[in-house]
């Protein structure tokens, strides 16, 4: 919000006019008496629009918010002092006070749309939605062909990704004239985002095919069209499009992703790779690339090279949680359960609040060869402290205590497992093969009939 503000600030000077009428909206400054002659007030008018000026471009606010009291009380009329004011109020924070000082610059200069688009800022910083859409409805009415305006205020509200205002907004800013490709670009990702697809498609389409424009605008418009189709379910038209916005722009990371993810939606996981790989070849320092590109790799087998991509990413972004779980998923698919269980150990220690982490150990643990049931136990009393109602908690308890011969102690964990999870028939077959060891067929054969009835209400869904 600051780096908008500061431009505004900026252009202060021609904007906003500097003496203007006899009403005062001063009165809270709490001024001291009047000493100076009109001469003298205008010369520390001015040198008090520098110094402010300077502590706002260094960030020192309250000296800034100083300056411009004391230029209001020089000039108690000036929608420039009281402008200036709300800015510096709002760029540190003091969103309530910004409100009130803008409104007054407004009341002082109300052919300026400068406060108002601030005050829209403020409001949003205020979390008060029905009053930023109050702005845009007054700016609608007083400023209906100031483009430039409509055009900030949608790429503020996109930026917030409150689509549907920002689309409003770019519509207003195309009104009356022939818009520019940025602007029919901006408009189309708006389209897109609030499900006017075919719109959108119309929109960017239409950039793509001007073959006088640079290839990067072209590139954003081909993209948004991809997009667009992939959302009616046009794959082939998306990843035309998809391809063509690559083909434009190699520099686009963006592009990738979604043409990649479109193939990972068909289960074409060789060509997602393809693309992915040709991705990291013209962008090679982009991270985004990697843990698409290791996981399909894995999705085709290709452990041993998923693995390592995977790891380089972990060495750059070691948060990256879902890396540590698709490494988990190739041991596990290679038959590596000690692995499996270190990169799950990985996670949790970078992310110990990772839902389900407890239990996911505690499932690659009972799945190795030598399994630690005292361990296991272990890990899923801990996941049962976050998780005090997890099905999973009680069925994997259950089979340990029956892998360590405890039968009487897996009934009650099987049966909670059963009644936080009816409908799951895997409880139900371990309790009954647990009753038949202990020597209960009638149990057993109830346990049995339930599992039938389940998968016949299953198949008849």
Do not use: W
């Amino acid at each position: 919000m600051f780096r908008f503000i500061a431009v505004c600030a900026n252009v202060l000077a021609g904007a906003l006019v500097l003496f203007g009428s006899t009403n005062t909206f001063a009165d809270a400054l709490d001024c001291a008496p009047a000493t100076l002659s009109a001469q003298q007030r205008v010369s520390r008018f001015k040198d008090l629009d520098v110094a402010a000026q300077r502590a706002m471009g260094q960030h020192r606010f309250p000296e800034a918010i100083e300056d411009y009291k004391q230029q209001a009380c020089l000039a108690p009329d000036s929608a420039r002092a009281f402008y200036g004011l709300g800015v510096a109020e709002a760029a540190a924070g003091d969103f309530l006070n910004a409100r009130d000082t803008l409104r007054t610059a407004d009341r002082l200069q109300p052919t300026s749309s400068l406060p108002l688009a601030i005050e829209v800022r403020v409001n949003y910083s205020l979390k008060d939605f029905e009053a930023l859409k109050g702005d845009l409805r007054e700016a609608a009415v007083r400023f209906p062909g100031d483009t430039q305006l409509h055009k900030v205020l949608a790429e503020f509200l996109a930026e917030k990704q409150i689509f549907t205002l920002a689309l409003a907004e770019s519509l207003r800013a195309q009104q009356d004239r022939i818009a520019d490709p940025a602007s029919k670009v901006q408009l189309a990702g708006l389209e897109n985002a609030v499900g006017a697809y075919t719109d959108a498609i119309r929109n960017a389409v239409a950039v793509e095919q001007q073959t006088q424009l640079t290839n990067p605008a072209r590139a954003s418009a081909a993209g948004i069209a991809g997009l667009s189709y992939e959302s009616l379910g046009q794959s082939g038209e998306a990843a035309a499009h998809l391809q063509e916005a690559i083909r434009l722009d190699p520099s686009r990371e963006n592009s990738y992703l979604a043409l990649a993810d479109l193939f990972e939606q068909s289960q074409k996981y060789a060509d997602a790779v393809k693309i992915l790989k040709e991705g990291r070849t013209n962008i090679p320092s982009s991270t985004a690339l990697l843990l698409p590109l290791g996981s399909n790799l894995i999705r085709t087998e290709r452990y041993n090279e998923g693995l390592d991509i995977l790891h380089n990413l972990l060495r750059q972004s070691p948060d990256q949680d879902q890396a540590y779980l698709r490494i988990a998923d190739a041991y596990r698919k290679m038959g590596n359960s000690e692995q499996e269980v270190q990169a799950l150990r990985d996670l949790s220690r970078h992310k110990p609040d990772y839902p389900m982490i407890h239990v996911l150990i505690a499932r690659a643990m009972l799945a190795s060869g030598h399994a630690e049931y005292q361990d296991i136990l272990e890990e899923l009393t801990q996941a049962e402290k976050s998780a005090s109602s997890d099905a999973d908690v009680f069925y994997l308890r259950g089979k340990v205590y029956i892998a360590m011969g405890r039968y009487q102690d897996a009934v009650p964990a099987l049966r909670r497992s059963i009644e936080l999870r009816p409908m799951e028939t895997g409880p139900y077959y371990q309790l009954a093969r647990l009753y038949q060891k202990l020597g209960e067929s009638k149990l057993a054969g109830e346990q049995f009939e339930r599992i039938k009835y389940l998968e016949s209400a299953s198949a008849n869904q």
